[in-house]
């Protein structure tokens, strides 16, 4: 499903993978404009693994995107309340991310996933999580 102003996970803000989307989606649902589908997941799934990676809270951030801080002001405030990655940990961090479901202990899942959209099944260049939004969502 194509959702306007929500960037692929692949997109880097301060060089994090997925952070953008997170914030995307924060906007979107305040905005009423989240599909229910992505609702159940918000602070979870992948935005909880960013935000157990930065060491904040989940509502914390979102009240940040909420009074109008940039992606960039939000990143800096998850540094200063949590903690700032080193740039090696980000690389593992980016690493981990975007080649989740291949060869992992996530691959039944993105497999499942996969299968549960028709539009989708049967295609084989489909490996990651990553893979699969970009897929789901038009970009690839």
Known sequence: MNVPNLRSPRETVGGLVHFGRMLDKIRLHAAGKLPADYQP???SGFDGRCI???HVAYA???AQVKAGASDEAVLEWCYQHGR???EDEIEI???FM???GWRDDGAAHLAQRIAAEPALAGRTD???SFDFLDAD???L
């Open 41 to 43: 997941n918000l602070g």
């Open 52 to 54: 157990a990676f930065l």
């Open 60 to 62: 914390d951030v979102v």
């Open 84 to 86: 700032k990655p080193t």
């Open 93 to 95: 961090w980016n690493g």
């Open 98 to 100: 975007s080649k989740r």
């Open 126 to 128: 489909i490996l990651t």
């Open 137 to 139: 969502e038009g970009r």
